[in-house]
């Protein structure tokens, strides 16, 4: 396995918080030779690639023949986009799964978590913000087309504020509407674990309002991997293969979390404390990949993309949208794990 062009993450390790990632402070797995090269993007955040680096730990690229090489990128969005412009072949990311395959754009064929938690709005109270009605008339920072976005589209629409209309929401890089909301630049954050961390450490006096879990499972944020068509038309093996790599680190994080964490932050999250990635895994809810096939086959999994679909596209103008019936491809899964 080959891994290049370590960036910051877009949900990734904290500016100014003790937690910036470095290539430096990463351990490099060692080369694999192996018969299925595959390019794979990814952020640098737990609830993305916490299988990917404990399926590098067991063995289970090699198991399958993979030679993946990784390439982090800072955003979901710039994620897409070289897969699109064909860069990568396969994507890991969060809620933008449900939205550049809606636009014909990739297919979806695994599912990693869904994001409980990690999304959440805080607020400042020194500046005149203790509640959602406290809300009306100010500005809110954060990422848009991202999970914070969503999440707070959601949060606010079912406290009776209408986005843009009640609210300004500002549109910057993560790391910047943290420190613009530590400063006292504006009243309220919407952000992603770890940048807590930062809020919590620097601005101690500042409040949670909500976060993600308010609305779980009735609204639920997946985050998982997409493939280019073209990718997936020819090499569907790989994909399949990838499952299975996927699949034993998935059960490994969710039935020895204490274990498999110590691991990851050991090995490939060093500047992050134990803690904080414990925290991390806290606010996301995992499946064993048994029942996640029951998700596959019940239609859950289509639900909960397709309730993002939604959103992406009412706020992002999608014209003729993909339902997520059909940019889903749930029997890649169902044949990985019935080998």
């Known amino acids: 396995m080959l891994i290049k062009d370590y960036r910051i993450s877009r949900r990734g390790l904290l500016v100014g918080a003790g937690a910036a990632v470095a290539a430096t402070g990463l351990s490099m797995p060692s080369i694999v030779r192996a018969q299925s090269p595959v390019r794979v993007g990814y952020l640098h955040t737990l609830a993305v690639d916490g299988q990917i680096w404990l399926a590098d730990h067991m063995g289970e690229w090699a198991k399958q023949e993979l030679a993946p090489e990784f390439t982090q990128f800072t955003t979901g969005l710039e994620l897409f986009q070289a897969m699109i412009g064909g860069s990568i072949d396969v994507l890991a990311t969060g809620a933008v799964i449900s939205n550049f395959p809606a636009r014909g754009q990739g297919k979806a064929f695994l599912m990693n978590d869904v994001e409980r938690a990690t999304a959440q709005l805080w607020v400042n109270p020194a500046s005149g913000v203790s509640s959602f009605e406290d809300l009306k008339g100010k500005q809110i920072s954060t990422t848009t087309g991202t999970t914070a976005h969503v999440f707070l589209d959601k949060a606010l629409r079912e406290n009776g504020i209408v986005p843009g209309e009640d ?18 630049a504006v009243p309220a954050v919407a952000l992603w674990v770890p940048f807590n961390v930062s809020v919590r450490d620097n601005l101690p006096d500042s409040k949670m309002l909500i976060d993600a879990s308010a609305f779980y499972p009735e609204a ?4 998982g991997w997409a493939a280019s068509e073209e990718f997936l038309s020819s090499n569907r093996e790989t994909l399949v293969k990838i ?22 932050q050991e090995k490939y999250y060093q500047n992050v ?36 679909t939604d959103f992406y596209v009412e706020a992002g103008g999608i014209e003729n949208p993909v339902p997520a019936s059909d940019y889903f491809v749930a029997d890649i899964y169902k044949e990985a794990m019935a080998g």
């Open 220 to 223: 639920a944020i997946m985050g």
């Open 273 to 308: 404390p134990l803690a904080d990635l414990t925290e991390q895994y806290k606010a996301q809810e995992m499946f064993s990949a048994a029942d996640w096939v029951g998700k596959y086959d019940d239609g859950t999994v289509v639900n909960w993309l397709q309730q993002v």
């Open 243 to 264: 499952v299975k790599a996927w699949a034993p680190a998935n059960d490994y994080l969710l039935n020895s979390s204490d274990e498999a964490l110590k691991i990851l």
């Open 167 to 184: 609210v300004e929401i500002i549109n910057q890089r993560m790391s910047d509407a943290v420190t613009s909301f530590i400063s006292g």
